[in-house]
């Protein structure tokens, strides 16, 4: 049966929206806060009272040419909005404001990892309200605090050639937003909302497939499970004669399968035609600059840097710039520290840091743990002056302490606790006089012959040394004195 799938090629292409994190709505001054009680975000503007007129909000456009431009857009100098005209109880004005056929940002590109995926298009439009159906046995509500929220929609070219890929670009895109500070990026939450279209053809074969759309995706992993499904659906129909019929699907997530919603031929016609209430967004040469020298060092860039400047592995430096929080924290610990450190502080950070951060599920920000102490943690490993188990414990104890106190210094807790590693080779001979004195039974056995026994010695020298002993010495000074006797 492996056979048969391989003799197929799927082709997918996704349709994303992002929720903007602007403070008021793309036409209205009403606020996008997300969890307002329902109904209080509302204006007779974004619920399209007669007589009122829509006022574009220049924040829209701003965060739009962010992203148009970190995607390496053409951006329209002229661009105007369009309406899409249809009936929905969540939708008082009967239409949506969006772009059309005059999108801002066209003929885009990214890079993941080796491959590139072309950005057809990024438009920005409004959202609608939400009809709300679990509250009541018989009635649906509405809450329009949505309606006019600002969203733009991604669109890329049929780039994709498996759900590994589609997975990838949604997390590049996802970070990308975030970087830009545009969105927030929780796809759980709506901020962001995926379409994936695929197909499948004949490998070699030159004509698309027909493509089935899956609508209702709340996570990647859905993305990626949804279109997995949908591919081996449409490869064994094929296989069984049949004929994929262009389709609207909805991911059932819980039995992972795609499941027909409508059929295009039910498709609305929108009845698109040039918003008359908005003027045309024109943007100059000036703005467009502006934006450019504005937008800050973007993921793929920084990971490069994080490689070259810190000497790190490409995995570490995909992960510590997992956001640009996170990777400023990183470069403020390496700030202070000497560069044979980095990897230590690297690991630090990607380990019990980044632990504690998804344990409290918290952000970075509000991390406790000053990068300063940190890196005062990491200078006295690399100094020889604690070990990695003593800097643990250190480590739980700095996490008990609130930011700026100063019992969070290490320095200072290493000192208090009396932490220090014993380096001193008479205190440490002194202690492993005592432990072979103590077990001569074990020691003549060592010298029988029983080398394996050094490990138990070394464990009691360093219990007796309460982990202070440099693990380094007492191998060394072990060997010597069992070896003596
Ligand atoms: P529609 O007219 O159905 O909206 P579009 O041509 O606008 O289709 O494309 C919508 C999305 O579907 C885009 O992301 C595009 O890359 C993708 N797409 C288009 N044709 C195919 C295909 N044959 N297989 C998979 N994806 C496709
Ligand atoms: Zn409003
Ligand atoms: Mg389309």
């Not at 292409?13 to 209205?28: I, M, N, R, Y």
């Not at 993305?223 to 064994?236: F, T």
């Amino acid at each position: 049966m492996d056979s048969v799938y391989s003799k197929y090629e799927p082709v997918i292409g996704l349709e994303v929206h992002a929720q903007l994190k602007t403070k008021s709505k793309a036409f209205c001054s009403c606020s996008t806060e997300f969890n307002a009680p329902p109904n209080t975000n509302i204006c007779p503007v974004c619920l399209g009272h007669p007589g009122t007129l829509p006022v574009l909000n220049k924040n829209l456009v701003e965060f739009i040419l962010r992203l148009g431009t970190a995607t390496n857009c053409r951006i329209r100098e002229r661009s105007i909005f369009a309406r899409k005209n249809y009936f929905y109880p969540d939708l008082p004005k009967g239409y949506q404001v969006s772009q059309f056929d005059q999108p801002i940002c066209e003929h885009g590109k990214v890079a993941i990892g080796d491959k590139t995926i072309g950005i057809t298009r990024i438009h920005m439009e409004e959202d609608a309200g939400k009809s709300i159906h679990d509250m009541s046995t018989d009635e649906s509500l509405v809450d329009l605090n949505r309606c006019g929220v600002p969203l733009i929609e991604i669109v890329s070219e049929p780039d994709m050639r498996n759900s590994k890929e589609a997975y990838d670009y949604l997390t590049m895109l996802k970070q990308l937003v975030i970087y830009l500070d545009i969105c927030d990026g929780n796809m759980e939450e709506g901020s962001l909302r995926c379409d994936a279209n695929v197909s499948v053809r004949l490998k070699g074969a030159e004509k698309f497939g027909t493509k089935c759309e899956v609508k209702n995706l709340n996570s990647f992993r859905n993305v990626a499970d949804a279109l997995d499904y949908e591919i081996k659906r449409q490869i064994e129909l094929i296989e069984q004669g049949g004929e994929v019929i262009h389709q609207t699907m909805t991911f059932d997530a819980r039995n992972k399968a795609t499941i027909p919603m409508r059929s295009k031929e039910e498709a609305h016609d929108y009845r698109y035609f040039p918003e008359p209430d908005l003027v045309t967004v024109y943007v100059d040469e000036k703005w467009k600059k502006d934006v450019a020298s504005a937008l800050p060092e973007l993921p793929h860039i920084k990971i490069a840097r994080f490689i070259t400047e810190y000497q790190l592995p490409e995995y570490d430096a995909e992960v510590l710039t997992q956001s640009r929080e996170l990777a400023d924290y990183f470069e403020s610990v390496c700030k202070s520290i000497d560069k044979q450190s980095y990897k230590t502080a690297s690991n630090w950070v990607m380990g019990e840091v980044m632990r504690v951060l998804n344990e409290k599920k918290i952000s970075i920000s509000e991390f406790n743990i000053s990068s300063q102490n940190l890196a005062s943690l990491v200078k006295l490993i690399a100094d020889g002056k604690i070990s990695n188990n003593i800097a643990k414990e250190v480590y739980t104890e700095m996490l008990s302490k609130a930011k700026g106190d100063v019992g969070q210094n290490p320095e200072r807790i290493v000192t208090d606790k009396n932490l220090l590693q014993v380096t001193d080779t008479g205190e440490i001979e002194g202690i492993i006089k005592k432990i072979i004195a103590d077990n001569p039974k074990e020691a003549e056995r060592y010298r029988a012959g029983e080398t394996k026994l050094l490990g138990l010695f070394v464990g009691k020298v360093m219990k007796e040394s309460k982990g202070k002993a440099n693990p380094k010495t007492v191998n060394e000074l072990l060997t010597k004195n069992l070896g003596n006797n």
